[in-house]
């Protein structure tokens, strides 16, 4: 079969033909419908070294937002029919410790001595026309469309798990939620916010057509510039936000986001960009609290698909053939990107 692999640090993948893999016990083939193209694969195989912290080395399959059709079951499986469509869950974790046992293999105990991070992250992953996963990471789509699926098992789940912790800071009314940077992530997120919240929801970021599409879902707009947090502040008559979602991770994004805050709120840093932000007891607004989330639980992307099948989230995909699959690639690298490249294996 044909799959787009990362062969080493620093270089551009290539695709090429390998075997078509084997169900282990426990596990699924999944004949492939989607699989969206992230940023964090460029960062893979164009950003790391070899001797980066928490990467895995190559070679193997890309792809770690993934969706199919059921096509072989392993040994000890039941209770799946052939053709019926699954949103994967990316993460793998060890399966035994306390965070693994509530759904939460981003936040494996055993991470460092685990083979894999998950699905496309050391374990070859759904840039292919076939994938094995563990059928534990399926989650039902019923009749939902599978290929603008895809997306959601990380741009959709990310956020929404950064967005569900934040909800107590969200419930009243006459709250405020920013977003910062409406790439992928940042365009679900206004749309979980509406879905889920009364709040106001501000949203920024340097392109003009990102900006526009929030507006579209429910967002006031702020562009960039040295004024960006005053005229954030203006808007929530000078007393701030109760919940700001980083999904840059800057430094100039970070502080933004922190001192955007109202007394009490929360920012949450879900882009990760590398940023480093001061902490000053005299300027932070007193019991405002800064954290960082990565990725959810597959508790959470159930959630994710009902609102998806309820038509509360409507992800924008541009669809590629997996012969055109490095285009995509060097499109969402060079940000000629609009929407979420998904990779198509077997047609549209």
Not at 27 to 50: I, M, Q, R, T
Not at 75 to 81: A, E, I, Q
Not at 245 to 261: M, R
Not at 320 to 340: C, M, P, T, V
């Amino acid at each position: 079969m044909k799959a787009i692999v990362f062969d080493n640090f620093k270089t551009f993948p290539t695709l090429k033909d390998i075997d078509i893999p084997t169900p282990g016990p426990g596990e699924v083939l999944l004949k492939v419908a989607g699989a969206g193209a992230c940023h964090s694969d460029v960062a893979v195989y164009n950003e790391f070294e070899k001797d980066s912290p928490g990467v895995v080395p190559p070679p193997f399959v890309l792809g770690h937002e993934n969706s199919g059709w059921i096509e072989e079951l392993g040994p000890g499986v039941s209770g799946f029919t052939k053709g019926d469509a699954y949103l994967v869950y990316g993460p793998i974790g060890c399966g035994r410790c306390r965070a693994c046992s509530r759904g939460q293999d981003t936040y494996c105990e055993n991470a460092a001595t685990n083979p894999y991070l998950g699905i496309g992250l050391g374990r070859d992953g759904g840039m292919a026309e076939y994938v094995t996963v563990p059928a534990r990471n399926l989650v039902p789509l019923y009749d939902a469309d599978p290929v603008a699926a895809a997306p959601l098992s990380d741009a959709g789940l990310t956020p929404y798990h950064a967005i569900k912790n934040s909800l107590p800071n969200l419930a009243d009314g006459g709250r405020f939620a920013l977003v910062i940077g409406l790439g992928g992530l940042g365009q679900i997120a206004v749309q979980i916010l509406s879905a889920l919240t009364g709040a106001t929801i501000i949203a920024t970021d340097m392109k003009p057509d990102a900006m526009a599409k929030a507006e579209a879902t429910g967002a006031i707009t702020v562009g960039g510039g040295d004024d960006q947090v005053a005229r954030i502040r203006e808007i929530t008559g000078g007393r701030g936000v109760d919940a700001a979602f980083d999904f840059v991770g800057a430094s100039a994004t970070v502080a933004v986001a922190a001192q955007s805050l109202a007394r009490m709120g929360r920012c949450t840093i879900v882009g990760i960009g590398g940023g480093t932000y001061e902490w000053s007891f005299f300027t932070n607004p007193y019991e405002a609290t800064l954290t960082n989330t990565y990725w959810g639980t597959i508790e959470d992307l159930h959630e994710v698909v009902d609102m998806y099948r309820a038509g509360q989230i409507v992800p924008e995909v541009e669809r590629f053939s997996l012969d055109n699959g490095l285009e995509a690639y060097r499109k969402l690298q060079a940000g000629e990107l609009s929407g979420r490249a998904v990779v198509v294996p077997h047609g549209s």
